[in-house]
T-cell receptor
């Protein structure tokens, strides 16, 4: 069975600080990995995804994530956050033989202006 | 090209009533997924459907909940005899009929409040 862990429930940063949100997954085979963002009161939007190739994936709004297979991790990074990055961030995994995407419990990011 | 359309956006039901949530996938998408988001929690998978078929309902409560995706029309998530614990945001997502690394496109959700 596939599962996703996001260890940080709430992260508070000042503007211009660097961000790294942790994500670990559990699955015995090939995986597709995703980060979604949910701005307050809105639906989920895809930030970036990994399915093969370069393990460093660049997404929208300056976000990137690195797939480290040996650590079963897919951490999200941004070098300098802005107040508008305040949102909830969800890591998600889909195993190659699985029928659906499984989401982590989310990390709430608050940015102090 | 409209995205995933969900309606209603907000739904209030009294305990014991029925709730019907509708989802129209993106044009060209034939796979529909329903997720439930409880306050302070992540998204929990409920059910995965293709036209006229339930593919995976492993996340669906055994009682009171049902889902369909008919040949014509939107996918429907139906909750009978609602209870306070059903209050949540219900999100629908869709994906194209090609195996799966594209990710899903989500709708804006239906926020169900049971009073």
């Amino acid at each position: 069975a596939q599962s996703v862990s996001q260890h940080n429930h709430h992260v508070i940063l000042s503007e211009a600080a660097s961000l790294e949100l942790g994500c670990n997954y559990s699955y015995g085979g090939t995986v597709n990995l995703f980060w979604y963002v949910q701005y307050p009161g809105q639906h989920l939007q895809l930030l970036l995804k990994y399915f093969s190739g370069d393990p460093l994936v660049k997404g929208i709004k300056g976000f990137e994530a690195e797939f480290i297979k040996s650590k079963f991790s897919f951490n999200l990074r941004k070098p300098s956050v802005q107040w508008s990055d305040t949102a909830e961030y969800f890591c998600a995994v889909k195993g190659s033989s699985a029928s659906k995407i499984i989401f982590g419990s989310g990390t709430r990011l608050s940015i102090r202006p | 090209n409209a995205g995933v359309m969900q309606n209603p956006r907000h739904l209030v039901r009294r305990r014991g009533q029925e709730a019907r949530l509708r989802c129209s996938p993106m044009k060209g998408h034939s796979h529909v997924y329903w997720y439930r988001q409880l306050p302070e929690e992540g998204l929990k998978f409920m059910v995965y459907l293709q036209k006229e078929n339930i593919i995976d309902e492993s996340g669906m409560p055994k009682e009171r909940f049902s889902a369909e995706f008919p040949k014509e029309g939107p996918s429907i998530l139906r909750i009978q005899q609602v209870v306070r614990g059903d209050s949540a945001a219900y999100f629908c997502a869709s994906s194209p009929p090609v195996e799966g690394h594209y990710g899903y496109t989500f709708g804006s959700g239906t926020r169900l409040t049971v009073v």
